[in-house]
T-cell receptor
């Protein structure tokens, strides 16, 4: 099955700086790559997703890039704010495979 | 819309007891799934369903049963609780594979 890995496990950034989280996946058939944000004690919520026919997608301060050849995708957060502090999960799934495989998560700490 | 709801929010069981975690959604989603979240392990898929009457195993199905008699409900049954099942359980639903999964608020289960 699909194996998704995230690096680094913890990331500390100064407020206003950028944060980048990278995920790798194993199944070349994967075609859907969402990112979820989970604040302490709350449920995961989708913040952005990308499909394999697109190389990059942006939504205000958040962007995701996909490199199908290298089988990795990254989350970019610009102008970080304290409310960006959370655990971020990447995931992957392929068409026809109803399983969404999650990475283990990255703790992002934004230092005011 | 209430979205995805889960009951109970907290539960303490003794080893060997059985119980059912309830999950319901009012978005007419075909796809529903159960995850468990343990520290440092991310979200691991237990069971999922692609529609009423159809269920399948995920990554960690042992010790859990599911059924999907209606589109709205997807209960998770613990047959004989073990301390290793101490975890936070999330139910999620989506319109179809490859679309946003909406998570419930979670159930925190402790097995003594």
């Amino acid at each position: 099955g699909e194996n998704v890995e995230q690096h680094p496990s913890t990331l500390s950034v100064q407020e206003g700086d950028s944060a980048v989280i990278k995920c790798t996946y194993s199944d070349s058939a994967s075609n859907y790559f969402p990112w979820y944000k989970q604040e302490l004690g709350k449920r995961p919520q989708l913040i952005i997703d990308i499909r394999s026919n697109v190389g990059e997608k942006k939504d205000q301060r958040i962007a995701v890039t996909l490199n199908k050849t290298a089988k990795h995708f990254s989350l970019h957060i610009t102008e970080t704010q304290p409310e960006d502090s959370a655990v971020y999960f990447c995931a992957a799934s392929s068409y026809g495979n109803n399983r969404l495989a999650f990475g283990k998560g990255n703790q992002v700490v934004v230092i005011p | 819309n209430a979205g995805v709801t889960q009951t109970p929010k907290f539960q303490v069981l003794k080893t060997g007891q059985s119980m059912t975690l309830q999950c319901a959604q009012d978005m007419n989603h075909e796809y529903m799934s159960w995850y468990r979240q343990d520290p440092g392990m991310g979200l691991r898929l237990i069971h999922y369903s692609v529609g009423a009457g159809i269920t399948d195993q995920g990554e960690v199905p042992n010790g859990y049963n599911v059924s999907r008699s209606t589109t709205e409900d997807f209960p998770l049954r613990l047959l004989s609780a073990a301390p290793s099942q101490t975890s936070v359980y999330f139910c999620a639903s989506s319109y179809e594979q490859g679309t946003e999964q909406f998570f419930g608020p979670g159930t925190r289960l402790t097995v003594l």
